[in-house]
Every structure is written in C-alpha cells, then in structure tokens.
C-alpha cells in the first residue's frame, strides 16, 4: 500500500517568509509525528499528534513553529518568519496506534527547506 | 535527558565481510530500540524493533541485540553487500513518553565490491 508522503520534497524560500510543509499519512494510522534533521545529525521530535490532537509538542523549538492536523489524517507543519537556523530536512512519519511498545514508525521521504 | 551515540560515525567495508555497528544510550528506562536505514535523500525505513522485554531481534542478514543494563544495542550484518551502504540510525523510546524517539547521529556504512 502507500506510504507516508510528504510535499513539497524541496522547498526554497527567503528569511523572514512563512511556509508550510505537507504530510500525508498511512491510511488508517492514528499516531503522527514530525522531525527535523539537521545536516549530519540524527532526526529530532518536534510534535506528536494522536488523532486530531496534539499530544506532545515539547519538541517545538519557539513559537514560529506550528502543527495542525484537522481531520486526524494530512497533517501541516508551519513555520513563521523563517530563519537560516531553520534550514534541515522535514521528516513526517506515522503509526498505528502510537504505543511504541508494538509500533513501528513509518518516515516519509522528507521535505528539505532551503531557508536563503 | 536520553543521549545515543553511535560508534563508529562511518564505516568501509569489502563486500562479503560481516560487520557489527554499535549503539549505547545512557537512559536505563529505555522501553525499546529501533534500527534504521537512511538512504541519500530518502526518508527513514525501519529494520528492526527491539522491545524492552526482548534481547534481539532477526531479519534475513540482520540480527539487533539489545541490552539494557549496559545501556547497548548492537546491529550484525552478515555476508554484506553493496546493496547494504548507506547510513544506519539507532533510535531509544523512553519509558513514560512511548512514542518519541531519540535518534544517534548514525553510522555510513559503504560496502565495496
């Protein structure tokens, strides 16, 4: 079946503009999550939605960064006011449950943005 | 706060050779561990699952040991193949918040013919 998809894949734009990155998730998978992966780096947890909701947004780094998931299914990530800092790849990735104890996280191929 | 590291950063190799990438965490109270592939410019795909109440886990090549008290996984390639380089991610779950994972830096691995 289809996996997780993310649009755009890349995404180029000037400090101080406002974006926003797509993910579309599993068919049927409730938990969804987005990390951020800096050059050479692992990816970081920015925000955990169950359902519609979002659960954990500890990883958020400041107020410029956004999440919603409306219908508990595409969710969008948006970032204000973009700065260089904020150039990485966008990784979304969702689960069936969300209890990792049996889940496994399924990523999506990326959005990288280019903050010029 | 959980900390992975993963030793070596980066990792060449002559095909057929077996190989053993490492993964230490320094949370106890990790409740799992995943491994993961990540090929240039593609997302991440999931190899293998440890729970906690488990030691490894095998997948045709792969096998992923974990253990806890060392606060250690290992991931086992055998027989590798050019097909195998790219780079590989450990990711720990913590107790209490089963859902976020905390990712090493990752190990490239480049296996050549």
């Known amino acids: 079946g289809a996996g997780v998809s993310q649009t755009p894949s890349n995404k180029v734009t000037e400090k101080g503009k406002y974006v926003e990155l797509r993910c579309d998730p599993i068919s049927g998978h409730t938990a969804l999550y987005w990390y951020r992966q800096s050059l050479g780096q692992g990816p970081e947890f920015l925000i955990y939605?169950?359902?519609?909701?979002?659960?954990?947004d500890s990883g958020l780094p400041n107020d410029r960064f956004f999440a919603v998931r409306p219908e508990g299914s595409v969710s969008t990530l948006k970032i204000q006011r973009t700065e260089r800092g904020d150039s990485a790849v966008y990784l979304c990735?969702?689960?069936?449950?969300?209890?990792?104890?049996?889940?496994?996280?399924?990523f999506g191929p990326g959005t990288r943005l280019t903050v010029l | 706060k959980q900390e992975v590291t993963q030793i070596p950063a980066a990792l060449s190799v002559p095909e057929g050779e077996n190989l053993v990438l490492n993964c230490s965490f320094t949370?106890?109270?990790?409740?799992?561990l995943q491994w993961f592939r990540q090929d240039p410019g593609k997302g991440l795909t999931s190899l293998l699952l440890i729970q906690s109440s488990q030691r490894e886990q095998t997948s045709g090549r792969l096998n992923a040991s974990l253990d806890k008290s060392s606060g250690r996984s290992t991931l086992y390639i055998a027989a590798s193949q050019p097909g195998d380089s790219a780079t590989y991610l450990c990711a720990g779950v913590r107790g209490g918040s089963n859902y976020k994972l905390t990712f090493g830096k990752g190990t490239l691995l480049t296996v050549n013919p």
């Open positions: 939605f169950q359902g519609t909701g979002a659960a954990d």
């Open positions: 949370d106890s109270a990790i409740y799992n």
């Open positions: 990735a969702s689960s069936l449950r969300g209890s990792v104890n049996t889940d496994t996280q399924y």
